[in-house]
């Protein structure tokens, strides 16, 4: 084989999503002689970015001054907040809504369509954007530190031979590696285990957001009006909630996030999801729509005592790949891109690594995360106790003494043995999607069937076995879109994957009981195609 190809900069950033891009934006602002390029394994910048998304400006506003004046495609202005708990029949509204849920000041956007928007205003300042190019695998240095990352071939076929199309990829070398792939990034995961940055640490912990994009008949939408939920359809030992955005254009964003670290090993997300779009307060307002985008992506929510070491030798962790999302906020978008300005400001002074860790410690970034560190833990012991913990973590502002402790999602499942499954109170659903492979269609997902496949399960045998008997199988559960399949029967059952459907959520990657499924990425700009998520 042929030696590959490279191409050299001072800072290479994998990962075109808000932190990424801001950190491009601020330091070619801080230093334009530095040659930085940002690589993004979707085929568009955006088209894998889902998020709800209410994000709090005053970030942007540094970033990009003016931005107000030329906003992104769809920002709508917070209007009103409503929090609610729900039954399966009614419910009640909470007379005040919790204080980091009050969004007075922010706006409602498309976070796909907001990272597409700030690209073009990064390549402006000279920063070099390559949409298509998944990073299959880090570039090491002699002396062992990272160097840049390695480009997947392009045209390999299932088996592993070459196709007519057969591109080889490259090697993009870096003085400085920034990691900024968003929750469960498949690179990070591999320098977490390689560096021990996670040793001092609790392990990262995860929810699913599964999302979808309606039109609806005009007259329903209050442009601006923001709804959260907790309560039905999740029983009160399962972590969710659900998220309502009403937009312009007779839109509305809608979506449900389940903890990763629930027990029931019968749960199913994405039927919860479709569930809650049934309650009484929500049915209306679709009957009659239609969907116009739908996808899942994991969220990071472990906190501040997840934190792995946020630097190695050669590179540097940012945004959700480093955990930085406000849990009872619901809000990640500000803090990856102070996370991004922050990270830039160390690199213009230094091009290194070296002290990126303190640096964030040290910031407001992570003091708004130790304020509430405390509060999604707390609702491990249910929904109840999950309520007044959160009281009083806000009534203290995360002064208490101690610190709850987090546990990695895929050791929460108890097997079938141990569950006794709560009565679900599920109704018949009327509503669009019909099931799971109807809503991988709105996600436009697109993977050539004839490529290796991305998604490695190192033992299947334990599929047929011990995970058939100790827990029912549940990667048939929690995947949103249908990609594993148990088919077959007797001697001749097996594991299907169905590869071409993922949306690259990551969730079998987090929840899998025997942490035997590994997402790696598939062929660049395979995946989903958001629009406007």
Same mark, same amino acid.
């Given at each position: ?37 940002? /690589? ?37 202005? +917070? ?130 957001? /599964? ?40 839109? /509305? ?18 039927? +919860? ?74 690199? +213009? ?12 410690? !040290?910031? +407001? ?158 062929? !660049? ?9």
């Amino acid at each position: 084989m042929s030696e590959r190809e490279f191409m050299e900069y001072d800072v290479v950033v994998v990962g075109a999503g808000p932190a990424g891009l801001a950190l491009a934006i601020r330091l070619k602002q801080l230093k334009a002689d530095l040659s930085v390029c940002v /690589i993004e394994k979707s085929s568009t910048i955006g088209a894998h970015i889902l998020s709800g998304a209410v994000i709090e400006p005053q970030p942007l506003d540094e970033l990009l001054p003016g931005w107000r004046d030329n906003p992104p495609p769809i920002c709508v202005p +917070a209007a009103e907040d409503e929090f609610w708990y729900l039954t399966k029949t009614g419910g009640f509204k909470f007379p005040i809504v919790p204080p980091q849920m009050n969004n007075h000041g922010n706006f409602i956007v498309s976070l796909g369509a907001m990272c597409a928007w700030m690209a073009p205003q990064a390549e402006a300042l000279g920063v070099e954007i390559y949409p298509g190019f998944a990073a299959s695998e880090i570039y090491y240095n002699e002396d062992g530190s990272v160097g840049g990352v390695c480009i997947g071939d392009m045209g390999v076929a299932k088996d592993g031979s070459q196709k007519a199309g057969y591109t080889q990829g490259i090697d993009i070398r870096a003085k400085l590696t920034v990691l900024a792939e968003g929750a469960r990034g498949h690179l990070t995961k591999r320098l977490v285990k390689r560096f021990g940055l996670d040793a001092d640490s609790d392990p990262q912990s995860y929810s699913i957001g /599964i999302k979808e994009l309606w039109q609806v008949p005009a007259g329903r939408v209050k442009p601006g009006k923001i709804v959260h939920s907790l309560g039905w359809p999740a029983d009160t030992r399962t972590y969710g909630g659900s998220f309502l955005y009403h937009l312009d254009g007779d839109r /509305i964003a809608l979506g449900y996030v389940s903890g990763l670290d629930y027990r029931d090993p019968n749960y199913q997300p994405y039927e +919860a999801f479709q569930q809650w779009k049934h309650h009484p307060t929500i049915k209306p307002l679709l009957e009659g729509g239609n969907i116009l985008s739908a996808g899942a992506r994991a969220i990071v929510t472990g906190g501040w005592q997840s934190l792995p070491k946020l630097e190695m030798p050669g590179a540097m962790l940012i945004g959700d790949t480093a955990g930085l999302l406000n849990v009872p906020k619901i809000k990640g978008t500000h803090q990856a891109l102070r996370s991004g300005m922050l990270a830039a400001e160390h690199i +213009a002074a230094s091009v290194s690594s070296e002290g990126w860790d303190a640096k964030l410690r !040290g910031s +407001a970034v992570m003091a708004e995360l130790k304020k509430v560190r405390n509060i999604k833990p707390g609702f491990k012991k249910g929904l109840w106790f999950g309520l007044l913990n959160s009281a009083w973590e806000t009534l203290v502002a995360g002064a208490s003494p101690w610190t709850l402790k987090v546990a990695s999602d895929h050791a929460t499942l108890n097997k079938l043995s141990e569950q006794e499954s709560p009565k679900r109170d599920y109704v018949d659903r009327e509503l669009p999607p019909r099931d799971r492979l109807a809503g991988v269609y709105f996600a436009a997902t697109e993977h050539d069937e004839d490529q290796p496949v991305h998604l490695k399960v190192a033992d299947t045998s334990i599929c047929l076995t011990r995970c058939t008997t100790e827990y029912g199988n549940p990667c048939t559960r929690f995947c949103p879109a249908g990609v594993y399949e148990m088919v077959g029967e007797g001697s001749e059952r097996r594991l299907q994957i169905n590869a071409a459907n993922c949306v690259h959520c990551k969730t079998c990657d987090i929840k899998d009981p025997y942490e035997i499924i590994n997402w790696v990425t598939p062929e !660049g700009g395979a995946g989903p195609n958001y629009q406007n998520l």
